[in-house]
């Protein structure tokens, strides 16, 4: 015997609600995943908060100490002293403090035989700044130029700073010897096939922390160096790559 057609009616209406529900909740996780990956680790440095703490962080500094949370993952109530709001809707950070500071992972290139990439990398790694011209102000033709010469002035303070002290103090945190750097790279070359590499494994690793309802603190990020996108050596192929992982502090080789 069929049922009324009001039931009818009615138990269709009922799965449609259903639906619409399940696809509402699907579209917000997909927005609140998509937010935290879409923007790059170069978008959230720009977008650190304006506090003291910040002014003259770098951005290998940055991604070292600092990992990106969901907004979904905020706890009720925030500690104002670990957890920060980035600007432009970027999301937040929280500072590393169970963890050691990640490794930062980045392409190297020759100073010899690479300069500008060379510059431009470190300068972009080592440097605070907000704007991409503050890496390489227009005055200056070269970034090798502007990392001997440049000068630059923070917020708060009354002198100029050398560019090359600074990049120099910041980078001698994340690197060993720059000569047998220089000398391992000119024997071995570069290993454009590093990020193929390594993004399985940092992937699986971070599905895998989810499965196990674990906070990852693995980042993948691009690190956009605009003047060279449009360069098709092969040694450019890795420069537009920044990754962090939880590992004891290294450099690798790219």
Known sequence: MSKPLK????????????????????????????????????????????IDIFVK????????????????????????????????????????????????KYPRFSSENSPEKYYQSILQLYLPYRYDEQFKPPQFQTYENFFTCGTVKFEGDNELSSVREIVVKNMSDFVKDGHDL?????????????????????????????????????IEEDLSIPDLNNEKSSSSVGTNLLSVSLTKMKLFQG
């Open 7 to 50: 039931d009818l009616e009615k138990q269709q209406s009922c799965k449609s609600a259903k639906r619409k529900r399940s696809n509402s909740d699907s579209e917000n996780e997909d927005e609140d995943e998509n937010s935290t990956w879409m923007n790059n680790v170069v978008d959230r440095y720009k977008g650190r908060p304006h």
């Open 57 to 104: 962080i770098c951005q290998a500094r940055f991604c070292s100490e600092y990992s990106v949370i969901l907004e979904s993952q905020l706890p009720q109530k925030i500690n104002k002293e670990t957890t920060f709001k980035l600007d432009g809707s970027l999301g937040y950070i929280r500072k590393r403090t169970r963890t050691s500071p990640a490794v930062i």
């Open 182 to 218: 220089d000398r391992e790279l000119n024997e071995k070359g570069p290993n454009e096939d590093a990020w193929c590499e390594l993004c399985p494994e940092a992937e699986v690793n971070r599905r895998e922390c989810i499965d196990e309802g674990k906070v990852t603190s693995v």
